[in-house]
Structure formats: C-alpha cells, structure tokens
C-alpha cells in the first residue's frame, strides 16, 4: 500500500479525544491507519465465511452413515485409528449418553442415543467399594483361599511365584504381600498352633525320618511315599502315618537306586517257573 492509498483510507481519524478529523491523515498516524485498514479487512472476511457456513449451499452433500454400522468395529480396531479419530467417530455418531446405576443388579446401564434417532442399552458390572484395575486376579486370590490355614504366607508366596502368577501391580509375590491380601479379603491365616501332626511338609517329614530333603522328594517322585497337593506347584502334603510304611522304612535302608512302585502292566523279565 502506497502513501496516496493511506491516505485515502484514512481521511477519518479518531484521536484520543475520540472526536472525528475530517482530512488526510498525517504522516505519524499511518502505521495505525494501516492496522485498523487489516483488522477491518479480516473482520469482514470473516464475517462473510461465517455466512457462508450458516447459509448451506445447494451443493452441499451431508456424509452418509448409513453403512458405518457394518464397518464401525473394523474401522474403531484398525491399528491406525488414533485416539484421536475414536473421539470424532463417537461425536458423529452418538447424541448423548445417559448413565444410571441398578444398585439391585450392581450394574450400570447406559442408555446410547444415536444421531438416527434410534437408542440402545448397555449394561456393564460395577465396580466393588475400593475395586481398581490393579486389583488382585481372581486366580491369585482362589490360590490362597485354598492354601491358607494349611500353609504358612511363605509358602503360598513361593507357591504363586512358581506358578507365574504376579500381583496386581505385576509384582512378585512375598510372605508380607500375602498377608496384606488375605487380611483385606478376610482369608483365615496359617495357624502354627492349629496343626495336629497328621499333615506333614517336606520338611518337617524329612526332620522327622532324619534324611534331606532331597531324598523325600525322590521318594515322592518314585511313587513310594505318598503325598497330596492342593494344585499344580503347591507344596507337598504328606501324612504322617505314611512315613512308617513298610514300603518307606524298605526304601530308606536300602542304598542307592530306590525301588519303584510296581506297575500293573509291567512285564517280568523272567517268567515264574
């Protein structure tokens, strides 16, 4: 924009004392005569693309949804649509969601209104009073209900590891995390005082037959000495009448390779005569 151009633009001036100077603008005004010249352009711009949004045109073709129903589940999977893009297809495709809470049924239904008109219910479990995502797995939890008051913390710990079972936080598992556990969910604990002798452990068995703890877990292992677990990778439970068994005091005094248990479909290798 030139000087003669300014100055036709800014033969109105209004001075601080907002009184109207007919004339020419003077040479000292002209940067604020070319402000309010952009800013009114860009007003007026403006003005006229808001016109043209609210005022459609003819040609104006509105998307068709009519076939996203089909696609939707593809479309919301697919490993390129970002978050971002869920955002616009729940804000094109759903009017309001209404939330409500079946305290009878512990549920939360949701009503969905879509933008067609139609409406659908959803129905979801509530979460329990102190329920979050890091709580622990329902697998967990079965494991010490069924090994606690039998076996000490420790040992449900030792257990839960081998079975590659983390706590909620993903976490391995110890004898105080147990106990936190079981006191929040109300488990009876292991009771030292409680046991009556009948069931033994690896180690107290060993203990009590004078031999490691390796030669009981080969005499479990061949069959001879019998032994019960809870669940696969729990601790061995022995009786403690089985400990003076014939076939037990037979395979401790003898040296070297223990005597299996004999099968029935096992063949003799010489025949009886």
Known sequence: MDGRELRQAGRTVEPKGRQRVEGPAPPQNWPLVRFHWREAWRVERCRERLDRMQTPGAGDVRPDFTG????????????????????RLVRALITEIVVDIDAAAGEIVLVIHWKGGQHS????????????????????????????G???????????????????????????????????????????????????????????LGV????????????????????????????????????VVAALKRKGRLCRADSENQISMFSDT
């Open 68 to 87: 996203l129903a089909d696609d939707l589940s593809a479309a919301w999977k697919a490993l390129r649509t970002t978050m971002r893009t869920r955002q």
């Open 121 to 148: 219910e959803l129905r979801v479990r509530k979460p329990r009073t102190g329920e979050h995502g890091c709580s622990t797995p329902d697998q967990a939890l079965a494991v010490m209900r069924s090994m606690a």
């Open 150 to 208: 039998r076996w000490s913390d420790q040992d449900i710990a030792a257990s839960l590891n081998r079975m590659g079972m983390p706590t909620g936080q993903g976490k391995t598992w110890t004898a105080h995390r147990v106990g936190s556990v079981r006191r929040v969910r109300g488990i009876h604990g292991y009771r030292p005082a409680e046991k009556n002798g009948e069931w033994l452990t690896m180690r107290d068995a060993a203990a009590k």
């Open 212 to 247: 490691s703890h390796h030669q009981i877990r080969k005499l479990i292992k061949a069959g001879v000495l019998a032994s019960e677990q809870i669940m696969p990778d729990a601790p061995h439970q022995i009786r403690a009448a089985d400990l003076v068994s014939e076939r």
